[in-house]
């Protein structure tokens, strides 16, 4: 008998809610469907990220809003399988994120309480509070489900390009490693919004049209974020449009040549990260929006010609839905009181129960 879980994620790409039913005992993707926010919505959310709207009663209602759009899009899915769900993860809407600092924090809307009143399910949500309070980092999740779904394979690493980048190192006889890179997406989306008014580089066309500036590559490269220790995480509002813009070069260069130094930006980050670790030979998995950008697949795949570079779904597993499958496992192993060992991936307290159960 199969034991469902449903895991809902948007990432900080905002490109839509991702939903994911797996069978728990087997990691095997029973449906996955990602279904975009309401246009509005997904405006409202835009605006609260480039830091134009500062309202209680706006935040208040968003996060309603949000519920909303994730307990229609775990509706959706639903109506696909007739089994009955035994739980499901929300990971939210992140709209912040700095585990560092006088003050760390992080903050994922989208209120459970709705989520649950539509579906009557127990529902898991807030997964990175309790280890931010604890000292950790509170982010990345996804390594911990990455050492589970990959195994028995040995030896290999699963970069997963969203807004941001982070990375899992699995080894022989090790913990497994995880940390954020650096942006991801993040910045290519916001250049080619901002200079083409299109949400992002399909494929990496524009990329593929311009030429790396090295100048321009080794000023982003010194950023103090990609020099510190892990494990570490940060925030897309931290690798912003403004972050970019401070690097004054970009003003007379041709659009197409900064899209191609972002690309190569985070192609560089993935090769250092990789070398760092793994010993050439060893497999590099790669998921999320970023697979979909075929420049920066090749730009990584030319840095680290020894190793065995593909997306996940080479390994039968899905590259879209991944993460929103991390959400439904970590969902199922809080409410049959599974612990993780979180410490060389997140920080803080080892041995940690992640999340918050909503029944």
Same mark, same amino acid.
């Given at each position: 008998m199969r034991t469902l879980a449903l895991g809902l994620m948007s990432g900080t790409s905002m490109d839509g809610i991702d939903t994911a039913i797996i069978d728990v005992n087997t990691h095997a993707l029973i449906a996955g469907q990602t279904i975009a926010y309401p246009p509005q919505l997904a405006t409202q959310l835009t605006e609260v990220m480039h830091g134009a709207r500062f309202d209680m009663r706006f935040y208040a209602q968003l996060n309603k809003e949000v519920g909303r759009a994730f307990a229609t899009a775990a509706a959706e899915v639903l109506a696909t399988v007739s089994e009955p769900l035994f739980v499901l993860g929300s990971h939210g809407q992140t709209l912040c994120h700095q585990p560092t600092g006088p003050i760390p924090y992080t903050w994922q809307?989208?209120?459970?309480?709705?989520?649950?009143?539509?579906?009557?399910?127990?529902?898991?949500?807030?997964?990175?509070?309790?280890?931010?309070?604890?000292?950790?980092?509170?982010?990345?999740? +996804?390594? /911990?489900?990455?050492?589970?779904?990959?195994?028995?394979?040995?030896?290999?690493?699963? *970069?997963? &390009?969203? =807004?941001?980048?982070?990375?899992?190192?699995?080894?022989?006889?090790?913990?497994?490693?995880g940390y954020d890179i650096g942006p991801g997406n993040c910045l290519s989306d916001a250049w080619i919004a901002t200079k083409y008014a299109v949400k992002y580089d399909k494929n990496g066309q524009l990329a593929a049209t311009g030429q790396v500036v090295p100048q321009l590559l080794d000023a982003l490269l010194q950023d103090k974020f990609f020099h510190q220790a892990y494990p570490k995480s940060i925030g897309k509002e931290y690798f912003s449009l403004q972050w970019l813009l401070n690097h004054t070069e970009c003003q007379y260069l041709l659009h197409q040549d900064v899209q191609a130094s972002i690309i190569a930006?985070? +192609?560089? /980050?993935?090769?250092?990260?990789?070398?760092?670790?793994?010993?050439?030979?060893?497999? *590099?998995? &790669?998921? =999320?929006?970023?697979?979909?950008?075929?420049?920066?697949?090749?730009?990584?795949?030319?840095?680290?010609?020894?190793?065995?570079?593909?997306?996940?779904?080479?390994?039968?597993?899905?590259?879209?839905?991944?993460?929103?499958?991390?959400?439904?496992w970590l969902a199922w192993c809080r409410i049959t009181n599974k612990k993780h060992h979180v410490a060389s991936v997140l920080g803080g307290n080892d041995e940690q129960l992640l999340g918050i159960i909503c029944q």
């Amino acid at each position: 008998m199969r034991t469902l879980a449903l895991g809902l994620m948007s990432g900080t790409s905002m490109d839509g809610i991702d939903t994911a039913i797996i069978d728990v005992n087997t990691h095997a993707l029973i449906a996955g469907q990602t279904i975009a926010y309401p246009p509005q919505l997904a405006t409202q959310l835009t605006e609260v990220m480039h830091g134009a709207r500062f309202d209680m009663r706006f935040y208040a209602q968003l996060n309603k809003e949000v519920g909303r759009a994730f307990a229609t899009a775990a509706a959706e899915v639903l109506a696909t399988v007739s089994e009955p769900l035994f739980v499901l993860g929300s990971h939210g809407q992140t709209l912040c994120h700095q585990p560092t600092g006088p003050i760390p924090y992080t903050w994922q809307i989208g209120c459970p309480f709705t989520i649950y009143e539509q579906l009557k399910v127990p529902v898991v949500y807030d997964f990175r509070s309790h280890n931010l309070a604890q000292g950790g980092q509170g982010a990345p999740l +996804a390594p /911990l489900y990455h050492q589970r779904v990959f195994a028995p394979e040995k030896n290999y690493a699963v *970069v997963n &390009i969203g =807004g941001i980048t982070n990375i899992s190192v699995c080894k022989e006889n090790c913990p497994v490693i995880g940390y954020d890179i650096g942006p991801g997406n993040c910045l290519s989306d916001a250049w080619i919004a901002t200079k083409y008014a299109v949400k992002y580089d399909k494929n990496g066309q524009l990329a593929a049209t311009g030429q790396v500036v090295p100048q321009l590559l080794d000023a982003l490269l010194q950023d103090k974020f990609f020099h510190q220790a892990y494990p570490k995480s940060i925030g897309k509002e931290y690798f912003s449009l403004q972050w970019l813009l401070n690097h004054t070069e970009c003003q007379y260069l041709l659009h197409q040549d900064v899209q191609a130094s972002i690309i190569a930006l985070t +192609a560089q /980050l993935i090769a250092t990260e990789i070398k760092k670790h793994l010993l050439p030979a060893n497999s *590099v998995f &790669i998921c =999320g929006g970023g697979v979909k950008n075929k420049t920066l697949l090749a730009n990584i795949s030319q840095l680290l010609p020894d190793y065995n570079v593909a997306p996940t779904d080479a390994r039968g597993i899905s590259s879209d839905y991944l993460e929103a499958m991390m959400i439904a496992w970590l969902a199922w192993c809080r409410i049959t009181n599974k612990k993780h060992h979180v410490a060389s991936v997140l920080g803080g307290n080892d041995e940690q129960l992640l999340g918050i159960i909503c029944q």
